[in-house]
């Protein structure tokens, strides 16, 4: 009884965190959640840097809302902002329309451009703006819980988490309603648009809803920070699957899990909690970027080296093949004739010994009855491509798997 | 203040002369070297790289204690280089495409930097105040030895792509080629990319972080509507970047609170629609007025063709005709005949029309205007 007791006091004043702490880690995760979701569609849709340029054109919209409202959580404010970031879209779209400059250049000149813009707002009205830039850009999730709403009297936690869940809600309950849509508006434009929805209005509606979270979320995590909370979730799970559904749930644990972490550095570093967030994200893309199993740098390596080995098995066989003289198939010959390396020239045999491809006596090398075989088959799939031939050997080899 | 005084100023100010000098090399810098940047492709580079190069001047600040500018500079260059080169592993090794990887590379580096610059603002010998002026920029704080570094790189990349030029040219347009000619284009590469990284992280200090880009991009893609000639872009882009400082500064300097790094941009970016609009080859004004000359020429050509076929059928091509029939013609304006009547390709009698010899030869040889050019 009493033990039970001291152990409930114990955890109260210890282990359980206090109530900032959680409404901090709870905003930190809606945002990452209502980043990753217009992310994942933005990666797919080669859109990433748009949601850079949204996140630093947003500003002049944020300046002139804050002028009217003078409260950062207004909803008038965010949708004013979230207007100037579809305007950015738009005008990205004209100049890339005129041809003048290659795409991304376009990007490049709106905006800084409206950043500026924003910047000497703020800088010219700066007695009656109590907004730093700092913090549009950068902002500060440990301030969130300390700005309340109250209704009736009543504490009813922090105004930014109700700011962001209702974003999520909206968010995910357009994703569901037009997931079919985004999936074959994303991947197959032209089919969209043959099947009867327009590419046109799920391209705003997406950029809408990005503008909108981004301006939901840059009090909390800044402008810059919600790029990276946006793109990395979504690039990581693109690494590790091709499933569009499955990449969205990647995209969401992911963010939230080094939103948590994330927030748990920060304390322990006394550091910014959007930059250890984001340090955190940057080290899970690190991992997955060498790790991930097929996609990853190291395993693609492995697979260019295999590939390359391969090529060198087939030259080999081949020449084997074509050469019945004892004088030609000596080991020492080889290597000078097909003119390899001593080490490259080793793995290949090794290979080819390791499959029963060949065999050596008294270094001369003869083909086997499967090398043979395995021969004649590649041969005929160079020459006729056709896939069923080599169907059985897509297992051993990488260099027929496409 | 008017502009004499503002001039005498200039000179005669240390601050106005440093900061207007600063600012005028460094848009010559980047202006050179980001015409390379948009023809290669690789505009956004410019703001990814400005946004990695954070990291580095934290990390060379936490490893020496000293806020010299040099060094930070050096902290800036290395992580700026990671940066894109890391981009580029990211493009050529997996199936993410060049967007993701800029965006990527950007954010996650700017956070890293930030969680140091927020760990170092925490750290008890507090020698640190002023870091964050790599966020925004303050062009007010260079001082003369940052001019003469900025001139030193200047002359250093100025020299390097003049030794070079042929070879950057050949990389630049046609890389393949490049290669079979024997040029380690890997080398070439690495050395451009170099420059571009330096020059972004040149001027950091003046107009910081976010705005670098616009540095970059602006005045080389104002330079690119007005020639084909990749010297003469260059050159001009140099001189856009370079006005866009000085008259940068001098807004700045002629109202209070208004900082001198938004300014540049948004002059230079009046320098990009102004060049959008007017240039002669390219403009949007010029290809309008041309798009519509071609409309007018066209309708009148479709008039005098249908004219030509009513005149076909007559043994006298000057048969005099009503002018109601051609009201039944689409391309037919009161306006059009009266063009016709000026260019001596038809003479009107009152209510009649009648085709002159030169309008009828016009008007057979119109469908072989192709081969008559050639």
């Given at each position: 009884?009493?033990?039970s007791?001291?152990?409930q006091i114990?955890?109260?004043?210890?282990?359980v965190?206090?109530?900032?702490?959680i409404e901090?880690?709870?905003?930190?995760s809606l945002?990452?959640?209502a980043c990753?979701?217009p992310?994942?569609?933005?990666?797919?849709?080669?859109m990433?840097?748009?949601?850079d340029?949204?996140?630093?054109?947003?500003?002049?919209?944020v300046?002139?809302?804050f002028?009217?409202t003078?409260?950062?959580?207004?909803?008038l404010?965010i949708l004013?902002?979230?207007f100037?970031?579809i305007i950015?879209?738009?005008?990205?779209?004209?100049i890339?329309?005129?041809?003048?400059?290659?795409e991304?250049t376009?990007i490049?000149?709106?905006f800084?451009?409206?950043f500026?813009i924003?910047v000497?707002?703020?800088?010219?009205?700066?007695n009656?703006?109590?907004?730093d830039i700092?913090?549009?850009?950068?902002?500060?999730?440990?301030?969130?819980p300390?700005?309340?709403?109250?209704?009736f009297?009543v504490?009813?936690g922090?105004?930014s988490l109700y700011?962001?869940?209702?974003i999520?809600?909206?968010?995910?309950t357009?994703?569901i309603t037009f997931?079919k849509?985004?999936?074959?508006?994303?991947?197959?434009?032209?089919?969209?648009?043959s099947?009867g929805?327009?590419p046109?209005i799920?391209?705003?509606g997406l950029?809408?809803?990005s503008?909108?979270t981004?301006?939901?979320?840059f009090?909390?995590v800044?402008?810059i920070?919600?790029?990276a909370?946006?793109i990395?979730?979504a690039?990581?799970a693109?690494?590790l699957t091709?499933?569009l559904?499955?990449?969205l749930v990647?995209a969401v644990?992911?963010g939230?899990?080094s939103?948590?972490?994330g927030?748990?550095?920060?304390?322990?570093l006394?550091?910014?909690i959007?930059?250890s967030?984001?340090?955190v994200l940057g080290?899970?893309?690190?991992?997955?970027y060498?790790?991930?199993?097929t996609?990853?740098v190291i395993a693609v390596?492995?697979r260019e080296r295999q590939?390359?080995?391969e090529?060198?098995?087939?030259?080999?066989?081949l020449?084997?093949?074509n050469h019945?003289?004892n004088?030609e198939?000596?080991?020492?010959?080889?290597?000078?004739h097909?003119?390899w390396?001593?080490?490259?020239?080793?793995?290949?045999?090794n290979l080819a010994?390791?499959n029963?491809m060949?065999t050596?006596?008294?270094?001369?090398?003869s083909l086997t009855?499967?090398?043979d075989?395995?021969?004649s088959?590649a041969?005929?799939?160079?020459i006729?491509n056709?896939?069923s031939q080599i169907?059985?050997?897509?297992?051993?080899?990488?260099?027929?798997r496409? | 203040m008017d502009l004499?005084?503002?001039?005498?100023?200039?000179f005669?100010?240390?601050?106005?002369r440093?900061?207007t000098?600063g600012t005028?090399?460094?848009?010559?810098?980047?202006g050179?070297?980001?015409s390379?940047?948009?023809l290669?492709k690789?505009?956004?580079?410019?703001?990814?790289i400005s946004?990695a190069a954070?990291p580095?001047i934290?990390?060379?600040?936490l490893?020496?204690?000293i806020?010299?500018g040099?060094v930070l500079?050096?902290?800036a260059?290395i992580?700026?280089?990671i940066?894109?080169f890391w981009?580029?592993?990211?493009?050529?090794?997996?199936?993410?495409k060049?967007?993701?990887a800029l965006?990527?590379?950007l954010s996650l580096?700017f956070g890293?930097?930030?969680?140091l610059?927020t760990f170092?603002?925490?750290?008890p010998?507090?020698?640190?105040?002023?870091?964050?002026?790599?966020?925004?920029g303050?062009a007010a704080?260079?001082?003369?030895?940052d001019?003469?570094?900025?001139?030193i790189?200047?002359?250093?990349?100025l020299?390097?792509?003049?030794?070079?030029?042929?070879?950057?040219?050949?990389l630049?347009f046609?890389?393949?080629y490049?290669?079979t000619?024997g040029f380690?284009t890997?080398?070439?590469?690495?050395?451009i990319?170099t420059?571009?990284?330096?020059?972004i992280?040149?001027g950091?200090?003046?107009?910081?972080?976010v705005?670098?880009?616009a540095?970059?991009l602006?005045?080389?893609?104002a330079?690119?509507?007005?020639?084909?000639?990749?010297a003469?872009?260059?050159f001009l882009?140099?001189?856009f970047?370079?006005l866009?400082?000085?008259?940068g500064?001098a807004i700045s300097a002629s109202?209070?609170?208004?900082?001198t790094?938004?300014?540049?941009?948004?002059?230079?970016?009046v320098?990009?629609?102004?060049?959008?609009?007017?240039s002669?080859s390219r403009?949007?004004l010029?290809?309008q007025?041309r798009?519509i000359?071609?409309?007018?020429?066209?309708?009148?050509h479709k008039?005098l063709?249908?004219m030509f076929?009513?005149?076909?059928?007559?043994?006298?091509?000057?048969h005099?005709?009503a002018?109601?029939i051609?009201?039944?013609?689409q391309?037919?304006t009161?306006?059009?005949?009266q063009?016709l009547?000026?260019?001596n390709?038809?003479?009107?009698?009152g209510?009649m029309?009648?085709?002159t010899?030169?309008?009828?030869?016009?008007a057979?040889n119109?469908?072989?205007?192709?081969?008559?050019?050639e």
């Amino acid at each position: 009884m009493r033990a039970s007791k001291l152990l409930q006091i114990y955890i109260t004043n210890n282990l359980v965190m206090n109530s900032a702490q959680i409404e901090i880690q709870l905003i930190a995760s809606l945002v990452a959640v209502a980043c990753a979701i217009p992310g994942t569609f933005l990666v797919l849709r080669k859109m990433a840097m748009i949601s850079d340029a949204i996140s630093h054109s947003i500003l002049p919209g944020v300046v002139i809302g804050f002028f009217i409202t003078h409260n950062l959580n207004s909803p008038l404010l965010i949708l004013l902002a979230a207007f100037t970031g579809i305007i950015t879209v738009v005008l990205v779209e004209y100049i890339q329309k005129t041809k003048l400059v290659k795409e991304d250049t376009a990007i490049g000149l709106v905006f800084p451009a409206l950043f500026s813009i924003g910047v000497i707002l703020i800088a010219k009205n700066a007695n009656d703006v109590h907004l730093d830039i700092d913090a549009v850009l950068l902002g500060e999730l440990a301030f969130a819980p300390f700005d309340r709403l109250v209704v009736f009297g009543v504490d009813m936690g922090p105004k930014s988490l109700y700011i962001i869940g209702s974003i999520l809600l909206i968010t995910i309950t357009l994703v569901i309603t037009f997931f079919k849509e985004l999936k074959v508006s994303t991947f197959d434009k032209g089919l969209a648009s043959s099947l009867g929805f327009s590419p046109v209005i799920i391209h705003y509606g997406l950029m809408s809803v990005s503008s909108v979270t981004t301006v939901g979320a840059f009090d909390a995590v800044g402008a810059i920070l919600v790029v990276a909370l946006m793109i990395a979730p979504a690039a990581t799970a693109y690494l590790l699957t091709t499933n569009l559904k499955k990449m969205l749930v990647l995209a969401v644990v992911i963010g939230v899990s080094s939103a948590i972490s994330g927030y748990w550095l920060a304390h322990w570093l006394d550091a910014s909690i959007a930059g250890s967030m984001t340090t955190v994200l940057g080290l899970i893309f690190l991992f997955v970027y060498l790790f991930a199993p097929t996609k990853g740098v190291i395993a693609v390596m492995y697979r260019e080296r295999q590939q390359q080995t391969e090529v060198s098995l087939l030259t080999f066989l081949l020449h084997l093949k074509n050469h019945t003289d004892n004088n030609e198939r000596h080991i020492n010959h080889l290597r000078e004739h097909i003119n390899w390396q001593k080490v490259t020239a080793t793995r290949v045999l090794n290979l080819a010994l390791k499959n029963n491809m060949i065999t050596i006596d008294m270094n001369i090398i003869s083909l086997t009855k499967k090398g043979d075989l395995f021969t004649s088959k590649a041969i005929d799939y160079i020459i006729t491509n056709e896939d069923s031939q080599i169907e059985d050997m897509k297992d051993d080899f990488f260099l027929f798997r496409g | 203040m008017d502009l004499q005084e503002y001039i005498s100023l200039v000179f005669s100010d240390y601050t106005l002369r440093t900061i207007t000098f600063g600012t005028a090399i460094l848009g010559a810098v980047t202006g050179m070297l980001g015409s390379f940047a948009v023809l290669r492709k690789e505009s956004l580079l410019g703001d990814a790289i400005s946004h990695a190069a954070l990291p580095g001047i934290a990390i060379a600040f936490l490893i020496t204690g000293i806020k010299d500018g040099n060094v930070l500079l050096i902290g800036a260059l290395i992580s700026g280089l990671i940066g894109t080169f890391w981009i580029r592993g990211i493009v050529a090794k997996t199936h993410l495409k060049s967007d993701t990887a800029l965006g990527l590379i950007l954010s996650l580096f700017f956070g890293f930097g930030m969680l140091l610059l927020t760990f170092i603002q925490k750290q008890p010998d507090a020698n640190q105040a002023g870091l964050d002026k790599y966020l925004f920029g303050q062009a007010a704080t260079l001082v003369e030895s940052d001019v003469w570094m900025m001139t030193i790189s200047t002359g250093v990349c100025l020299f390097i792509l003049m030794l070079f030029w042929k070879e950057f040219k050949l990389l630049l347009f046609d890389k393949d080629y490049t290669k079979t000619l024997g040029f380690n284009t890997q080398l070439i590469d690495i050395l451009i990319t170099t420059f571009i990284v330096l020059a972004i992280v040149l001027g950091l200090q003046t107009v910081g972080v976010v705005l670098m880009s616009a540095m970059l991009l602006a005045p080389a893609a104002a330079a690119r509507q007005w020639t084909n000639s990749l010297a003469t872009m260059v050159f001009l882009a140099a001189l856009f970047g370079a006005l866009s400082g000085v008259f940068g500064t001098a807004i700045s300097a002629s109202q209070n609170n208004l900082s001198t790094g938004p300014i540049i941009v948004l002059v230079a970016s009046v320098f990009v629609m102004f060049s959008f609009v007017f240039s002669p080859s390219r403009g949007l004004l010029f290809k309008q007025l041309r798009f519509i000359k071609n409309r007018r020429d066209l309708e009148l050509h479709k008039t005098l063709a249908f004219m030509f076929h009513i005149a076909e059928n007559h043994k006298n091509i000057s048969h005099p005709h009503a002018i109601k029939i051609l009201n039944n013609f689409q391309g037919y304006t009161r306006k059009t005949l009266q063009k016709l009547v000026k260019k001596n390709y038809v003479t009107l009698h009152g209510n009649m029309w009648s085709l002159t010899d030169e309008g009828f030869k016009t008007a057979s040889n119109l469908y072989n205007q192709q081969s008559r050019h050639e």
